[in-house]
């Protein structure tokens, strides 16, 4: 299956200026809501991410965010992306692209794999840098289509993870680990 084949033009949002990651988040779920009938009311899909934000590590070291909500009632999977205007600051690394994911509580495996095939996308850098300089949600949408994504039967681990793993002992101080981070455009290690 095409990763292309589960986007809406619709529901890409390219040039746009967010603050915040939440910003981004609740603008891109407003335009779900406008385009999608959810049985979930809008309230309950800004909880439903939230609370899969609460738990962390939706930010990936390459700048890409992919945060996401499991529904009840909910057979579909629904793919928003926001590319703003300048990188959104975080705590961690600036936020190039926000990819929110809306899918059902009990199916994984497209929602997984849709996973995957994004934070795989954001390693390749000049595609990447394709997709992030998109003028419109059309050009960005025509642009994507042309990378011809194949989405994966199976995931590994090796989809998700990093393959350079570097690690920090646990007398490293806080300001060394700090400056990892900024330099290395991590958001965690292993201690």
Sequence with gaps: MKLSSLLNPDLICVQSSFETKSQAIDAMIQKMCKRFSFEAGNEQIV?????????????????????????????????????????????????????????????????????????KLSKDEVAFGRLLSAGT???????????????????TVSDIMSKDIQSVKARTTLKELADIFYSQRFSYMPV
Excluded: Q
Aim: net charge negative.
């Design 47 to 119: 909880s439903a991410v939230a609370d899969r934000e609460a738990l962390g590590g939706t930010t990936f070291a390459t700048g890409i965010a992919v945060p996401h909500g499991r529904l009840e009632n909910f057979n579909d999977l629904v793919i928003g992306i926001c590319v703003p205007t300048t990188p959104i600051p975080t705590d961690t690394v600036p936020i190039r692209m926000l990819v929110l994911i809306l899918t059902n509580k009990s199916s994984s495996s497209l929602y997984l794999n849709s996973l995957a095939a994004f934070v």
């Design 137 to 155: 949600s059309i050009e960005f949408w025509e642009t994507f289509k042309k990378l011809d994504i194949e989405i994966k039967k199976e995931l």
